[in-house]
């Protein structure tokens, strides 16, 4: 075992062990992502994500495609939604989505997806179900305005100058 002077030349001399690396820096380094990684990580679950929300409208108008319209269309929501973690990390991900700004959309988003799937399972009412999609594609976009300085302020008053 090092004593605490041994300890002390080591860290600053820069000539720390692994061993003297606390858990969570060794778990962190041990899973930190390239930065080539992180792009190809969000692409690949982003694209996926669109292909399943294209490919549930696309299903809609097949038997029984309000099921599979409806859970390919929030799937794929999620996933575009998720693919972000890739790009800043699922904790800082996290953070930001309930951060003051945007916590009401992040609910928002949440309870569409829930809504959704509950008017194509349970309800089983198509026209509900077409409402709710639009309106978690709303939410979607509301809550990723959110992440672009002065976007949702810019589209607040093209709305209101149209209405006037």
Same mark, same amino acid.
Not at 67 to 89: K, P, Q
């Given at each position: 075992?090092?004593?605490?002077?041994?300890?002390?030349?080591? +860290?600053?001399?820069?000539?720390? /062990? /692994? /061993?003297?690396?606390?858990? $969570?820096?060794?778990?962190?380094?041990? =899973?930190? #992502?390239?930065?080539? =990684?992180?792009? !190809?990580?969000?692409?690949?679950?982003?694209?996926?994500?669109?292909?399943?929300? &294209? *490919?549930?409208?696309?299903?809609?108008?097949?038997?029984?495609?309000?099921?599979?319209?409806? $859970?390919?269309?929030?799937?794929?929501?999620?996933?575009?939604?998720?693919? =972000?973690?890739?790009?800043?990390?699922?904790?800082?991900? &996290?953070?930001?989505?309930? +951060?003051?700004?945007? $916590?009401?959309?992040? &609910?928002?988003?949440?309870?569409?997806?829930? *809504?959704?799937?509950?008017?194509?399972? +349970?309800? !089983?009412?198509?026209?509900?179900? %077409?409402?709710?999609? &639009? #309106?978690?594609?709303? +939410?979607?976009?509301?809550?990723? #305005?959110?992440? %672009?300085?002065?976007?949702?302020?810019?589209?607040?008053?093209?709305?209101?100058?149209? *209405?006037?």
């Amino acid at each position: 075992m090092y004593s605490s002077m041994d300890k002390l030349k080591k +860290a600053l001399s820069g000539d720390d /062990e /692994e /061993e003297d690396k606390g858990i $969570v820096t060794q778990i962190s380094d041990a =899973t930190t #992502l390239s930065w080539s =990684t992180r792009i !190809k990580g969000f692409l690949f679950c982003f694209i996926l994500g669109a292909v399943l929300s &294209i *490919l549930g409208s696309c299903l809609l108008f097949m038997r029984n495609g309000l099921v599979i319209f409806g $859970v390919l269309y929030t799937l794929g929501n999620i996933l575009s939604m998720a693919s =972000t973690c890739f790009l800043m990390g699922p904790f800082n991900q &996290i953070k930001k989505m309930f +951060a003051k700004t945007r $916590v009401v959309a992040t &609910i928002l988003v949440f309870v569409m997806f829930i *809504l959704t799937l509950i008017c194509a399972f +349970a309800i !089983k009412n198509a026209p509900l179900t %077409i409402i709710c999609c &639009i #309106l978690q594609f709303l +939410a979607m976009t509301w809550y990723s #305005l959110s992440y %672009i300085p002065f976007a949702r302020d810019a589209v607040l008053k093209c709305f209101s100058a149209c *209405l006037d």
